[in-house]
Each structure stands twice: as structure tokens, then as C-alpha cells.
């Protein structure tokens, strides 16, 4: 199975401030069709996961610029820039290159 | 609009089968791929398996022995069967819709306690 390594297990940051989170993954998730089947995730406290980035850098609907993706291969980063109370929350990559699908052990965002 | 409910015994004592049922409305099961995933208590998010729109299943390999995914279309629903489930098995489970390798809708969650 694909391991999903993810950096840091929690981050405090300041309003306004900047947030980045790691993603490594044991094997390349770049698929045999050349798409890379990776993927970011929010979970509110108390509520469901929810979609934020799909295939690397692509902000799903209703996501705010300020949430941003990149990476390649096994290398993968989400940066929130301009960080409101909202963002509060896990977050989790997800693989869906390779079966079983994987995801990361979570980043717990907290705001100071 | 797009929604899931997932349903199910909130106890379940160890070593029995476990059973859960995803509701789903705007959207036909059919054309969509449906999902499992659970989640421990304070911890991160298990893929548990899919039953995609053909009818086909794919099955965590950790968990395949074990798990039984199957659906009624006829009623819009998704089911789940976890055999011999012991303490490690409490947590919250998710179903969720795939659009196009997407999760872009999900049940609230139901939770599960495995204890006597």
C-alpha cells in the first residue's frame, strides 16, 4: 500500500499569517494515463471532510484563493496564505492513484 | 440537491457483524461511485472500500476478508458489512460520493462503539 507521509502533525499560526503542510507518498502517484491522483481535504471540527484541492493544484468549488497546492511525483504541498478563523481544522492528502486508496495521518491547524 | 445519510446500530458488540446503510438522494447510484470511509476516534481517515456505478466493489485489502459492500438502486442505497468487528472498529464511518475520483459530497458520519 501507498504510505502518505504527512508534515507537520499540527501547526499554530497567526491571523493573516501563512500556513504550509507536507505530503510525502512512498511511490510515485503520477498514474500510467500521466494524471496524479492527489488530493487535499478539510475537516472541520464536528463536521465532515471536505474537498479543498483535487489533483495537485486544482481548488475545488467554492475554495478561496487563498488555498493553494503544488507538487509532483511523491512530493506534495498545500499552502494557505492569509489564514482566517474559518481555516481551523485537519487536514488531510489523499491519494487515489493506487489502491487501497491512502490518506495522510492529518495536520491539525490551530489559529493564535 | 446532493445528499447521503448514513444509518446503523450505534453498539455492537465484539466479535459480531456490523451493518451500515448510505441513503442517498440527488444522484443516482447508477451513474456515481459510492464509498466507505472511517474514521477513529481522534484519528485520521481509513479508506474502507467503493461500489461503483456498474455494480463492481473494491475493497481495502486490510480490511477484504471482512468487508461486504452492496447496494439496493431501487432504493437508493449503499450497504456495508463488517464481519467479527472487534474495539478497533469504533470510530465514525463516512460514505461519500465519487465525481470523476472527487469526494465532493459526504454523509455526516455515524458513529460506531464496539464494547459489551
Known amino acids: 500500500d501507498v504510505v502518505m507521509t504527512q508534515t507537520p502533525v499540527s501547526l499554530s499560526v497567526n491571523l493573516g499569517g501563512q500556513a504550509s503542510i507536507s505530503c510525502r507518498s512512498s511511490q510515485s502517484l503520477v498514474h500510467s494515463n500521466g494524471n496524479t491522483y492527489f488530493h487535499w481535504y478539510l475537516q472541520k471540527p464536528g463536521q465532515s471532510p471536505q474537498l479543498l484541492i483535487y489533483?495537485?493544484?486544482h481548488r475545488f468549488s467554492g475554495v478561496p484563493d487563498r488555498f493553494s497546492g503544488s507538487g509532483s511525483g511523491t512530493d506534495f504541498t498545500l499552502k494557505i496564505t492569509r489564514v482566517e478563523p474559518e481555516d481551523l481544522g485537519d487536514y488531510y492528502c489523499?491519494?487515489?492513484?493506487?489502491?487501497?486508496?491512502?490518506f495522510g495521518s492529518g495536520t491539525k491547524l490551530e489559529i493564535k | 440537491q446532493v445528499q447521503l445519510k448514513e444509518s446503523g446500530p450505534g453498539l455492537v458488540q465484539p466479535s459480531q457483524t456490523l451493518s451500515l446503510t448510505c441513503t442517498v438522494s440527488?444522484?443516482?447510484?447508477?451513474?456515481?461511485?459510492v464509498h466507505w470511509v472511517r474514521q477513529p476516534p481522534g484519528k485520521g481517515l481509513e479508506w474502507m472500500g467503493r461500489?461503483?456505478?456498474?455494480?463492481?466493489?473494491s475493497y481495502n485489502s486490510a480490511l477484504k476478508s471482512r468487508l461486504s459492500i452492496s447496494r439496493d438502486t431501487s432504493k437508493n442505497q449503499v450497504f456495508l458489512k463488517v464481519d467479527s468487528l472487534q474495539t478497533d472498529g469504533t470510530g465514525t464511518y463516512y460514505c461519500?460520493?465519487?465525481?470523476?475520483?472527487?469526494?465532493?459530497?459526504w454523509g455526516q458520519g455515524v458513529m460506531v462503539t464496539v464494547s459489551s
Open positions: 489523499l491519494q487515489s492513484t493506487h489502491f487501497p486508496l491512502t
Open positions: 489533483r495537485v493544484s
Open positions: 440527488g444522484f443516482s447510484l447508477t451513474t456515481y461511485n
Open positions: 461500489m461503483r456505478y456498474n455494480g463492481d466493489t
Open positions: 461519500t460520493r465519487e465525481n470523476w475520483e472527487l469526494f465532493d459530497f
